[in-house]
């Protein structure tokens, strides 16, 4: 057995090394990374999302007779009642707005936990495990819902419990695959393979928008899509965990030019488990504002997320099937305008067109005031289902440039610990995800026009409140405590023995 064993070891580093030598693998291994890293956010939001779509068949219908709308929309089509009737009656759960805010908010308590201990855990053992064992956990837990649900005869306080610990999975998501891209993309594609990663979320919504709402349709069964996201959310965990690695230097089949390449462009980046300079990052004000950014972004996408199918079906009148189909038509704009930001921004960065800093700014306040201006015309667009979602999907359509804007500036501030520069600010970020569908259902108790469009002027204010702060204060700049001992050393060669309580050009 022993002699087995050391055969094969002895094969598969020969492989290795004549796929190393070689380069079998015709993509570069950093865009490999990339692509799961996109995977993996978009199971990460198809297996949070499928919940939006679902729970508006799981409750009983609203009546509206109890409380008379003025400006309640009317829609003469032949199957606009099919959003009046419920699929299966005796599945149907008593759950009012503000219990239903209660629980899709919930996934979000768990999630905001163990954003910091995941960036930690991914600085020190590398983000592989980290983001796998997360997704995996999240898979799992999604498959468990319907259930979770059955069993408890739908008590929402057991699925809050379950949405809860599906969040403490999920949570160590963005740190760990913060803390991989810094240890696998260099600065001038930093924009492009960021923006391909993060716009993930746009795409899993998408996809859990219309998958969901027709599958449903099809096998009359709400359950259904949580078998299919959990099981996909599995199947990406094998296949990640197979070809993708920490860092180059780990990487088995990496070529010896983009592991050479990777190298002389990421020499920011410490090979040394670094200590975590806390009281730089807690009083670096480039990071406060990054913070203060991602509170607008997430309170104006967590609210759409949670809350815009619901919106379809009570103000719109759209039925399951057409509610999955509208939904998603936002985040497909969101996603195609964030990858072509992404190339632009990196175009012109590299053409010094643009600083850092000016592009990160410039990008986020895009991505704020677009959106903040369209949702609030939306919600004046009357029953005009066509002119509704038309300003629905421009508006998320400016949001996509948040990622070559905001998103990717933990790196610029510091790759040595983005992992735990993602987990403060997306942490901070998500306590918006635990306040907005709350919010929300409590101000839209009678599901009026007018209710909801106090929730989107709420969010107007967010949103050009947080990006002014973003606007005076962000940095793309690399602080110095990203490291220190090399801050100290290029210093002294230069004739210089102080380290600056800030980076240089923080300010344009």
């Known amino acids: 057995m022993v002699a087995e064993n050391s055969l094969f070891e002895k094969l598969l580093h020969k492989f290795k090394a004549y796929a190393a030598k070689k380069n079998i693998f015709l993509i570069p291994q950093r865009y490999v990374l990339g692509l799961m890293g996109f995977f993996a956010i978009v199971n990460a939001y198809t297996m949070r999302v499928a919940l939006n779509i679902a729970i508006t068949e799981m409750v009983y219908p609203v009546n509206k007779t109890a409380y008379p709308d003025p400006e309640a929309c009317i829609i003469k089509e032949d199957n606009s009642s099919d959003s009046s009737k419920p699929l299966h009656p005796e599945n149907l759960y008593a759950w009012d707005g503000e219990t239903q805010g209660i629980i899709l908010s919930s996934f979000y308590w768990g999630y905001l936990i163990t954003h910091l201990p995941g960036g930690i855990l991914a600085e020190k053992f590398g983000g592989k495990y980290t983001l796998g064992l997360g997704i995996l956990s999240t898979a799992i837990f999604t498959l468990l819902t319907p259930a979770v ?15 809860v610990i599906e969040g403490l999975g999920e949570g160590t998501t963005y740190p760990a695959i913060n803390t991989l891209l810094a ?6 594609e930093r924009a492009k393979i960021g923006s391909l990663v993060y716009a993930g979320g746009q795409i899993g919504t998408v ?9 449903i349709q099809a096998t009359n069964d709400w359950s259904s899509v949580f078998y299919l996201f959990g099981g996909i959310g599995v199947l990406w965990f094998l296949l990640f965990c197979s070809i993708c690695y920490s860092s180059p230097e780990q990487h088995p089949f990496i070529s010896d030019e983009e592991k050479s390449y990777l190298k002389k462009e990421l020499d920011n980046v410490s090979t040394e488990k670094l200590p975590i300079p806390w009281q730089a990052i807690l009083t670096s004000i480039p990071l406060w504002a990054l913070v203060c950014a991602q509170i607008g972004h997430d309170w104006g996408f967590y609210t759409m997320v949670t809350d815009l199918p619901t919106y379809l079906k009570d103000v719109l009148k759209f039925n399951i099937g ?26 012109l960065v590299r053409k010094n067109y643009m600083t850092v800093t000016f592009s990160r700014k410039f990008f986020t306040t895009v991505a704020s005031v677009g959106p903040a201006v369209f949702l609030v015309v939306a919600s004046y667009s009357g029953c005009d289902r066509i002119l509704s979602v ?5 508006g998320m359509g400016f949001m996509g440039t948040f990622y070559c804007g905001m998103k990717v500036n933990a790196l610029d501030l510091s790759p040595n610990f983005a992992g735990t520069l993602m987990a403060i ?3 901070v970020g998500a306590i918006t995800g635990i306040l907005s569908p709350y919010i929300a259902g409590a101000l839209t108790k009678h599901h009026t026009l007018a209710e909801w469009r106090t929730v989107f002027w709420i969010s107007f204010v967010i949103f050009n409140v947080t990006n002014l702060i973003y606007l005076f204060f962000a940095s793309g700049e690399e602080q110095w405590w990203n490291n220190p001992k090399k801050n100290v050393e290029d210093r002294a060669e230069k004739g210089q023995n102080d380290i600056p309580m800030k980076s240089r050009n923080d300010q344009l």
């Open 183 to 188: 240890q696998w993309v260099p600065l001038h």
């Open 322 to 347: 057409q509610n999955g189909i509208w939904s998603s038509l936002p985040y497909i704009m969101m996603w195609t305008v964030s990858m072509l930001s992404g190339y632009l921004c990196d175009w």
């Open 390 to 394: 038309a300003m629905f999907t421009i």
């Open 207 to 215: 996809l859990s928008n219309i998958v969901s709402g027709a599958l």
């Open 425 to 427: 600010v997306n942490g």
């Open 149 to 163: 649900i059955y069993l408890s005869d739908g008590k929402w306080q057991v699925l809050v419990a379950l949405r």
